[in-house]
């Protein structure tokens, strides 16, 4: 199949998922189906999931097989989690980051150095992942631990209630962007505030 006939199948099967999904909200009456609030709520849990399938791609490029997926992904929104109680939003991106990085680099030596089969190691992280992270849970969010009282628990990690600046300083003419995200109770507060020319304009996203 040619790249322009991919190209169709692709728009194809996307009209057809719409105009099903359609069908479905007619037949249901549930109009929530096809709203905006729903479909960017999917798009947003869809990230992380294609994220990681980007992964196994680059890594099924390289020549290994990765199935243990799951288990970096678990490994890594632990560490976030943590971290970002701990110093906040930046340092959960940073600590989430090398959560994955962990298992990835696991799998690594796993397979490449000690020849380890490539399922085999990646189911093993897979159970890695889950094990490690609550046995870590249950030891540093116990009752009576300020984690704990935060609202942590061992399926749950405490809230991040500090705002967090982030600032791009630029040349004295060019314009200076901040931002700071407050999450007291899990929702996300953007504000971008640029200064230039001795005027501000404030932009704000919910």
Known sequence: MTRVGKYHVALLA????????????????????????????ALTLAIPIALAGLGGLWAERAGVVNIGLEGMMVLGTWFAGWAGYQWGPVAALVAGLLGGALGGLLHAIATVTFGVDHIISGVAINLLGPGITRFLSEVLYKEGTPANEAGA??????????????????????????????????SCCRTWRAFCAGSRTTSTCW
């Open 14 to 41: 996307v009209a057809a998922l719409i105009l099903l999904m359609s069908l479905v909200r007619v037949v249901t009456g549930q109009d929530i189906i096809t709203s905006s609030g729903t479909i960017a709520a």
């Open 153 to 186: 628990g061992i399926t749950t990690s405490p809230s991040i209630g500090k705002p967090t600046e982030v600032s791009f300083p630029c040349s004295p003419t060019a314009p200076t962007y901040s931002a700071s995200w407050r999450a007291p109770t899990g």
